[in-house]
């Protein structure tokens, strides 16, 4: 190859990057010349308000999923059912069927079975528990803790005071408190304490009053073993 070709060659290999380098530039000119053009038209193209009804969440398939207007915010499963409703009322939680299952208000919450009966509640009162049949089987407030039969029966107790059980017929068969544990039988006969105990005297009808001991009883609340500390 000789110097008149390779001169030849750099001046073709020049104008192609002389051409190219004109298209970037003129390229660049035209985008920096529509910005303006754009700042121009697009603070008319966004509204200010955007008004409307409701706003929708629509699915692949085209189902809506979930709706936003002036009465709630509903969130809707891929069958239509609405599981999840949050309104003035409150927030609700409903299940496959559409039963309301778990509900929160300004005044409480609760929870309810598959049938739609309350099976717990709490509110500024305190927290309770229901059964299948709509029985109080539970509950917590500020005087204690309690624990009620299927007959509505108090059979179990904690308090300030103490710690008590029940047998079926509303007698006291235990105690805890201060004084000490006591054990009732069914006739309601004491037959055993332990800490502070009243020992009665038949004979005198004195009533004994020993700390620090365990006591256990017959039948008829005589004295059969005792341990003194």
């Known amino acids: 190859m ?15 990057d002389n051409r190219r380098l004109k298209l970037a530039v003129g390229s660049l000119l035209l985008m920096l010349a ?17 008004e409307a009804r409701e706003f929708r969440v629509v699915g692949a398939n085209g189902t809506s999923r979930a709706a936003l207007n002036a009465d709630a915010i509903v969130y809707i499963d891929e069958n239509g059912q609405s599981r999840a409703i949050i309104d003035a009322l409150g927030i609700a939680y409903l299940d496959e069927n559409g039963t309301r299952r778990a509900a929160m208000n300004a005044y409480s919450i609760g929870y309810n079975a598959e049938n739609g009966r309350r099976r717990s509640s709490m509110d500024a009162d305190g927290l309770w528990h229901f059964d299948e049949n709509g029985i109080i089987r539970a509950q917590m407030d500020a ?23 029940f047998g079926e017929t509303g007698n006291i068969r235990a105690q805890m408190n201060t004084d000490g544990i006591v054990y009732v039988d069914e006739d309601g006969i004491i ?18 009053r020993t700390p620090a001991q365990v006591v256990l009883y017959d039948a008829d609340f005589n004295v059969i073993w005792r341990a003194i500390q």
């Open 2 to 16: 000789n110097a008149a070709t390779v001169i030849v060659s750099r001046l073709n290999k020049l104008e192609q």
């Open 34 to 50: 529509a910005v303006p053009l754009v700042g121009s038209i697009m603070p008319q193209q966004i509204p200010e308000v955007i």
């Open 143 to 165: 005087d204690g803790i309690g624990y009620q039969d299927e007959n509505n029966n108090l059979r179990a107790f904690m308090t300030a005071d103490g710690i008590g059980y």
């Open 191 to 208: 037959r055993a304490q332990m800490g502070n105990t009243q020992t009665l005297t038949p004979a005198t009808g004195v009533v004994t």
